[in-house]
């Protein structure tokens, strides 16, 4: 077996993953998602800190049962630090240091945000450094230039509302159920995207905003109901194709600007909102329109998942970046 074989473990929110890499080649990705929140409309940190504590053990022997590994064979063991909600940190980061403490294995802490970069190195076609990066989740929405798999510089972000916050409540506004960015996109694809002008975030530099685009679309919804209560469902396509058109135009102009400035031309996509199928559709369109490469990883490694921790506990084993039993989860953990 190619070496070294890690065990990797993730739990920054609601995902419960675990996955064994040998070598760079993932051979397991296991991903329990938490199903309690959806009567909430939201995560609740305490529910979600519960449930990983029911699903982890169970994931990690999935995880190694497919990959056919045994306990003692594994080089490392990798958990997410942070970014993240701390109880669910919490629960990842004690099973991973008592399983490598156990095991007298090194461990290794990776940021959550990096991970979702260096997911785009899991399978080909993968990018050449330096290349510009746009990661949009539910909590974080950053420009970041990756000069290599350790050295990244975030050169712009979110001011207020991640681009996954903006899909999210614009979403419950319209009544869809949780989480929404998902059925928003799956409405938008039957819509107008041009029907409903909602108002472009304009920030400064490479700096994101949406919590406006969130404020436009609650007055406006507000102000037609009175007139007509049926409303939203008469038109929800339209509204959920000129909400996400409005958030992609926001996203994708600050990328365009970062892009012609930095002189980089080749653009990667992470994280969550990645797997909205209308951004995936207008970025491969921009890159073809402006002749730049386009790197998106599979629809697996957008979410959550513990590939690519595992992917970048990888290079950090290789550039001998280990951690001590000491380390303590950071739910504000930066990346640069």
């Known amino acids: 077996m190619l070496t070294p074989v890690i065990l990797a473990i993730e739990s920054s929110c609601d995902d419960t993953a675990a996955a064994v890499m040998a070598g760079g080649e993932i051979l397991a990705n296991v991903v329990a998602t938490q199903q309690v929140h959806e009567q909430y409309g939201g ?10 504590q029911q699903h982890l053990i169970p994931v990690v022997q999935e995880a190694l049962r497919r990959a056919k590994v045994e306990k003692s064979a594994l080089d490392a063991v ?21 399983f490598a403490l156990a095991l ?7 940021n959550h945000m990096r991970a979702h970069i260096l997911a785009h190195f899991i399978r080909a076609p993968r990018p050449q450094f330096p290349f510009l990066c746009l990661t949009v989740s539910g909590g974080h929405t950053q420009l970041v230039i990756v000069r290599s798999a350790l050295a990244m510089e975030v050169i712009g972000q979110t001011i207020d509302d991640a681009a996954g916050e903006a899909f999210d409540k614009t979403a419950k506004l319209l009544g869809l159920p949780y989480p929404g960015g998902p059925h928003l996109d799956k409405q938008a694809r039957l819509g107008n995207p041009t029907r409903f002008p909602f108002p472009v975030g304009a920030m400064p530099g490479y700096d994101f905003s949406f919590s406006g685009l969130k404020t436009a679309v609650m007055y406006f919804l507000r102000q037609q109901t009175a007139q007509n209560p049926d ?4 038109n929800l396509p ?21 892009a012609h400035d930095q002189g980089l031309t080749q653009l990667a996509l992470a994280g969550g909102v ?8 207008a970025l491969t369109q921009l890159g073809t329109e402006k002749g730049w490469e386009i790197f998106i ?4 490694f957008c979410t959550d998942n513990a590939g690519m921790v595992a992917m ?22 930066k990346l640069n």
Do not use: W
């Open 43 to 52: 995560v609740v940190p305490e529910l979600a800190s519960r449930a990983h």
């Open 78 to 98: 990798a958990f997410t630090q942070g970014p993240g909600l701390l109880g669910s940190l919490l629960v990842g980061s004690m099973f991973a240091k008592t």
């Open 104 to 110: 007298n294995k090194p461990l290794i802490a990776v």
């Open 231 to 234: 409303f939203i469902p008469e």
């Open 238 to 258: 339209d509204l959920c194709a000129s909400i996400q058109h409005t958030i992609i135009l926001t996203l994708l102009r600050q990328l365009t600007r970062a």
């Open 274 to 281: 990645a797997a909205n199928s209308g951004l995936r559709a």
């Open 297 to 300: 990883p599979d629809f697996e």
């Open 312 to 333: 970048t506990a990888h290079f950090q084993y290789q550039a001998g970046d280990f951690t001590t039993q000491l380390i303590s989860p950071d739910p504000r953990l």
